[in-house]
Nanobody, 130 residues
Framework: QVPLVESGGGLVQAGGSLRLSCAASGRTFSFDTMGWFRQAPGKERELVAAITRIGGSTYYARYADSVEGRFTISRNNAKSTLYLLMNSLKPEDTAVYYC????????????????????WGQGTRVTVSS
């Protein structure tokens, strides 16, 4: 099991920004595919954004329609850290955010499939007040 540890959640007013981080505790990054998911109260967990290596040092990112243009996923392999920069936050972004990694590289089509991810963090809570 690979411990993934999220941080950066908190309470923010609508329109504000937060940056979430995810570190692979005790090891360096070797995951081609990683993602952020979230689960709002009373709702199922959903993909927020994911990033996968498609060749060499080239990565492909995919976003949920609801966050496209507001959120940015990025990774720093040297620091073994995955990030999610969230701008223009809305109350409907309130959720527990989870970092996830796949043991094998996913394609641009399968990157959105939650069941393709093998490792999960414990989550960090984001609350956006109106």
């Amino acid at each position: 099991q690979v411990p993934l540890v999220e941080s950066g959640g908190g309470l923010v007013q609508a329109g504000g920004s937060l940056r979430l981080s995810c570190a692979a505790s005790g090891r360096t990054f070797s995951f081609d595919t990683m993602g952020w998911f979230r689960q709002a109260p009373g709702k199922e967990r959903e993909l927020v954004a994911a990033i996968t290596r498609i060749g060499g040092s080239t990565y492909y990112a995919r976003y949920a329609d609801s966050v496209e243009g507001r959120f940015t996923i990025s990774r720093n392999n040297a620091k073994s850290t995955l990030y999610l920069l969230m701008n223009s936050l809305k109350p409907e972004d309130t959720a527990v955010y989870y970092c996830a990694a796949s043991a094998h590289g996913l394609t641009t089509a399968t990157i959105i499939r939650e069941n393709e991810y093998d490792y999960w963090g414990q989550g960090t809570r984001v609350t956006v007040s109106s």
